[in-house]
């Protein structure tokens, strides 16, 4: 097969010199004249077939060469055998006749394989409508080059519709293309070596018409499933092309934007960067902002807030005003994004937004927090960007005042936001100071989510994310401990376990207040629960432990301690869970050291447990 970069005109020009080749081979025959002939009436039929193909190809500015190349590179294979039967049949030394045997079986295999040919070039041309009639549209024959797998054909159909016919028929075959994806990962992988990507992308960008945009999302959203997949989108520059249809589509077209900036930044952490450089995260925070304050709530969190609030709006209404001429793409996509905290293009369509249904606006809403979810997941400078673009504020308020989805995505941008300001003092000195009125929010919501709704799989992010900011609170913010200690006796093991981790973040010696805020663990009751807490089972003990140990090095004469017989269950722990977990057998040695200054223990179990 001749190589990709090669022109496809110089890439038939081989086929039709075989061709040639072969017309006179068949004229200087002495032997089979018959079959040699038949053999001349298939390959003119290809010959044709080709010409008309290569008229077609240098006259179409947007060609779809994959399956072309591939056709071409089978039909010279073919033509070479028949180049190689029809020269055997001239004239030749007696010797040579016998060395070369030709049979009519010879030519049947032969005429086989041009019939083949001939029926991948009809199937060919057909697919490209090289009649120039504009209709074409999908074509879902099987050529006997894709009989043995006929998705391939499929593919190569709805791509080419995508990248060459009529807006109808590109929006139809990107449809099928996702059914075709969805059906398993191998169809997505045929999908994308076959060059379905960039014709996605070019109707995603280019097209008006929201329902094409759609369609081409929908797409793309299921071929980025994988990092092979995200990385042919992003080197076909699709990143600049989602934030541009991001920041100046209809709400159902951004819908499917921001669930495309989702799904590829959760597969690949260098699409995650590139989203960050093109600005993707202040369209995405606008969006989840529109329609979520309000001058009540506005009241409520003081002047600073108030302030910060009423910012927010004027930037939204400075956005609703921009010109349409802002959706002009430049070529060169650095510098078109540069000016987008400045002027997104979301303006374009006020009216569509002002009229959209309160459902669509939810689902905004929705694809917005998981995309903002997705690209602060596990990332400090993208999670420092959502807390620069007031993101902080809008986030708390949607977990505020929101239920179910919504308020999930929210709660884990929020979660992936601290736990990159755990690893990073200086996102945690910039974002959650003391006095900030965006971190005293987050952190009120949080509070309210743990003590107030009943669900794991809202608790369980709220209590991440207080255990990931223990060290931003002082000592006298006594408050935050008393929800997670509580939370020690939740009837759900997860939740527990995950209050007993948050609260080891308190009580640790990196923590440099651990002991001011162990004795509040201790005074909000918590070793009675953490003593049930490590009764539970063993898949909990070791977290359990741990926060035991820590109360009693930080606040070892506690008479809580004593009460609850701390220092007997210390000496009591089981040698299983000290020889699967080695770093705690230290740990528990410190604390039973500090406690015997306090209290009296069974000397005999020490002995027995710590030879």
């Not at 108030?306 to 430049?330: A, D, P, Y």
């Not at 927090?369 to 959502?386: D, T």
């Not at 002991?515 to 009675?528: D, L, R, T």
């Not at 000496?571 to 020889?579: C, K, L, Q």
Request: aromatic content about 6%; hydrophobic content about 40%; some cysteine.
């Amino acid at each position: 097969m001749a190589s990709e970069n090669q022109r496809i005109e110089d890439e038939l020009s081989y086929p039709i010199l075989l061709a040639e080749r072969i017309r006179k081979s068949v004229d200087e025959a002495e032997s089979f004249k018959f079959e040699c002939s038949e053999v001349w009436k298939q390959v003119d039929r290809l010959l044709q077939m080709l010409r008309t193909l290569v008229r077609f190809a240098s006259t179409t500015p947007s060609l779809y060469e994959v399956p072309i190349r591939r056709v071409a590179a089978e039909c010279s294979k073919n033509l070479e055998r028949a180049v190689t039967l029809v020269r055997k049949c001239k004239r030749q030394s007696f010797l040579r006749r016998v060395v070369n045997i030709v049979s009519t079986a010879d030519f049947r295999k032969v005429l086989n394989y041009l019939e083949a040919s001939v029926g991948d070039m009809k199937w060919l041309l057909s697919i490209f409508d090289t009649d120039g009639t504009g209709g074409g549209g999908i074509e879902l024959s099987l050529p006997p080059i894709a009989s043995n797998d006929p998705i391939l054909s499929w593919v190569w159909s709805f791509i080419a519709s995508i990248q060459m016919g009529q807006l109808n028929d590109r929006i139809e075959a990107a449809n099928e293309l996702a059914a075709v994806a969805q059906d398993n990962d191998r169809n997505k992988k045929i999908i994308v070596e076959e060059g379905g990507i960039p014709p996605l992308l070019k109707l995603f960008k280019e097209s008006a018409l929201p329902s094409a945009q759609i369609a081409a999302a929908s797409a793309l959203c299921i071929l980025a499933n994988d990092v092979d997949g995200v990385r042919t989108i992003v080197n076909g520059l699709g990143v600049p092309i989602v934030v541009q249809v991001l920041g100046d589509s209809p709400m159902r077209v951004q819908i499917r934007a921001a669930n495309l900036v989702a799904r590829m930044a959760e597969h690949d952490p260098l699409a995650q960067e590139d989203f960050a450089r093109e600005n993707a995260i202040r369209p995405l925070v606008t969006l989840l902002s529109f329609d979520t304050f309000d001058d009540d709530h506005a009241g409520q969190l003081g002047k600073q807030s108030m302030h910060t609030i009423m910012q927010i709006n004027r930037e939204l209404e400075k956005k609703l005003l921009v010109t349409s001429s802002n959706r002009q793409f430049t070529s060169s996509y650095s510098n078109s994004y540069s000016h987008m905290e400045g002027s997104s293009r979301v303006g374009n369509h006020r009216k569509e937004r002002e009229n959209e249904e309160p459902e669509v606006k939810l689902k905004l809403k929705i694809s917005c927090a998981e995309a903002l979810w997705m690209l602060a997941k596990g990332s400090v400078s993208n999670s420092r960007k959502i807390t620069e673009t007031k993101g902080m504020l809008c986030l708390a308020r949607l977990v505020e005042k929101e239920q179910g989805e919504l308020q999930y995505n929210c709660l884990m941008t929020i979660m992936e936001i601290t736990a990159a300001a755990e690893s990073n003092a200086d996102l945690r000195r910039a974002a959650f100071k003391t006095n900030s009125p965006a971190a005293k929010a987050v952190v009120e919501q949080l509070l309210r989510v743990i003590k107030e709704i009943d669900s794991p799989l809202l608790q369980i992010p709220a209590i991440k994310s207080i255990g990931s900011l223990a060290r931003t609170f002082p000592a006298r913010e006594t408050r935050v401990i008393g929800p997670l200690v509580t939370q020690i006796s939740h009837k759900v093991s997860d939740v527990a376990t995950e209050a007993v981790i948050a609260l080891c973040k308190f009580a640790s010696p990196e923590n440099f207040l651990c002991v001011e805020h162990s004795k509040a663990i201790i005074e909000f009751n918590g070793v009675p629960s953490l003593m049930r807490f490590l009764r539970r089972n063993e898949d909990t003990q070791l977290h359990g432990l741990i926060l035991l140990c820590y109360l009693a090095l930080h606040a070892g004469n506690s008479e809580s301690l004593e009460q609850e017989r701390v220092l007997t269950t210390l000496e009591g722990v089981d040698r299983t869970v000290i020889s699967q977990h080695p770093a705690i057998k230290e740990l528990v040695s410190k604390a039973l050291v500090h406690l015997n200054l306090y209290h009296a223990g069974t000397h005999s179990q020490r002995m027995s447990y710590y030879p």
